[in-house]
């Protein structure tokens, strides 16, 4: 049995999925022609409180798009150190908006308003860049998808309209986040500028992610998008999936959970485990007494593929292709080692 906990972005469209994609009603994106992207966009943008959406090929294209959106060239965004968009987006933070980072060091992936506040640069004074944009990921990743609550939220909003800062949200297991913490989608729209949706990730759809924000700013994101040349035309096909995703797979995710907690606890229970980090969502970070590469070779001899973070650090990411059967596969292997 293969068990495949790479990543979340390894699942394949199911047939119901498939079906959607097939009978998509499909015209050219680019002229606004496409109805089941126009209902996707629409879709999203209500379920999160938000004026309008555009559909792109990747999260890393709605977080590139949004920090455009809301910098000028010269300008600073504060994100955590761990944050996707200054990690694992190529540099395109400063290549596509010439934009600074400030990082701060947040605890797994999660920053503050008191944190924040003393790293908003001074805007009289021109030795500094012009403190803009304040970016969170919620899930984050590098975290262990670790989770914000909107009462977290709540106050670095407040201290963003205050210093005229924009608030972008990283939503790629938004929907992890939400299933995890109780909190509503439609709340989100209040207090963020733009937010990012990734589809093919815990939700299952083979492409795409939708950046939501006002109309205003999404017609500006659709010059950006053309540009960074992700206009696409009948795109309604790949928009159908996401649409399945957002009706099929969101309450689903708190399997794929429940399924993460079943392996975290076994972890713990592990000799060859030295730590395992706190587990909330659907993505598992533990540390190994052996180099992390020895283990992994370990797991693959029984089908079970993950990867590394750090020498002695793997990762497992539960997700729509993990079935129960498989899970108490993995916890056999585990207690095996
Ligand atoms: C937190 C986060 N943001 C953004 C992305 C980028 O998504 P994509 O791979 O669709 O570009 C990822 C991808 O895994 C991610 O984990």
Known sequence: MIVDLRSDTVTKP??????????????????????????LEAKTAEMFGMEAGIFCPSGTMTNQIAIKCFTQPLDELIADQTAHVYRYEGGGIAFNSAVSTRLLNGYRGIITAEMIEPEINDENNVHYPHTSLVVLENTVNKGGGSCYTLEQIKPIAVLCQNKGLKLHLDGARIFNALAHTGDSAADYGKYFDGISVCLSKGLGAPVGSVFLADKQTIKYARRIRKVLGGGMRQAGFLAAAGVYALDHHVERLKVDHAHARILATELSHCGWVANVLPQETNIILFDTVEPAAVVLEKLAEHGVKANSTDKHRIRFVLHLDVHAEQVEHVVGVLKGI
Not at 14 to 28: I, Q, R, S, Y
């Open 14 to 39: 199911t047939p119901g999925m498939l079906e959607a994609m097939f009978n998509a009603k499909v015209g050219d994106d680019v002229f606004g022609e496409d109805e089941t992207v126009n209902a």
